[in-house]
């Protein structure tokens, strides 16, 4: 069964940058979708960033747009999630996810979570 393990949070200030990874164990992730979601304390779990395994497609919440950037390494082990321009309100539990179909499909594995906290 694949397991993903996320890594890379902590607390950073308004308009910093974290790299939170995602690393596959037992299985490569080469033949998974695979996503960042978010869940902060009382609200509803968001999907914010999913990159494709056909072709590399990415897939950004408006939210996140243009200051989260998802990425795959080539050696298909891991998936990353480059934030920059943090702002309070991405601050949640971020998990990695990987979908058997794609990136609209639903999410087969998850990860534990990593928290990340944006405050002065």
């Known amino acids: 069964q694949l397991r993903l393990v996320e890594s890379g949070g902590g607390l950073v200030q308004p308009g910093g940058s974290l790299r939170l990874s995602c690393a596959a164990t037992v299985f490569a992730l080469d033949h998974y979708a695979i996503s960042w979601f978010r869940q902060a304390p009382g609200k509803e779990r968001e999907k914010v960033a999913c990159?494709?395994?056909?072709?590399?497609?990415?897939y950004y919440a408006n939210s996140v747009k243009h200051r989260f950037t998802i990425s795959r390494n080539k050696d298909a082990i891991s998936v990353y999630l480059q934030m920059s321009n943090l702002k309070a309100e991405d601050t949640a539990v971020y998990y990695c996810?990987?979908?058997?179909?794609?990136?609209?499909?639903?999410?087969?594995?998850w990860g534990q979570g990593t928290q990340v906290t944006v405050s002065s």
């Open positions: 990159i494709m395994d056909t072709d590399g497609s990415t």
């Open positions: 996810a990987a979908h058997a179909g794609n990136c609209y499909s639903t999410a087969d594995f």
